[in-house]
């Protein structure tokens, strides 16, 4: 029987393209790019030009562009992100079916 998997929500195939650009970053280029030294500065320099080339696409600033590590991390992000640049709003609306980390933050 094949299986059908139907939780895209909460994780997704990862695409080959995807896989293929990685690699570099799994076996030789896994440095720290917050580190000081010339192996994780290889590293920053890459996500410094992934950055440039994703506000390309939607016509943004590079400075404009976060890359988190999570869907819960960019959640948060977002919405702090909102909460801080309008203090004068007072409610945010959200369901009782939302994920935690958002019902968490709302709170």
Not at 46 to 58: S, T
Not at 76 to 94: D, G, R
């Amino acid at each position: 029987m094949k299986e059908i998997y139907l939780d895209n929500n909460a994780t997704t195939r990862v695409a080959d393209e995807v896989i293929e650009a990685m690699l570099p970053y799994y076996r030789t280029l896994y440095g720290n790019p917050s580190s000081m030294h010339t192996f994780g500065g290889q590293v920053h320099r890459k996500i410094e030009e992934a950055r440039q080339e994703v506000a390309q696409l939607i016509n943004a600033e590079p400075e404009e562009i976060i890359f988190t590590s999570c869907g819960t991390e960019s959640d948060n992000t977002a919405l702090m992100s909102a909460i801080e640049t309008n203090p004068q709003k007072k409610h945010i609306i959200t369901t009782k079916v939302e994920h935690r980390c958002v019902n968490n933050v709302c709170q």
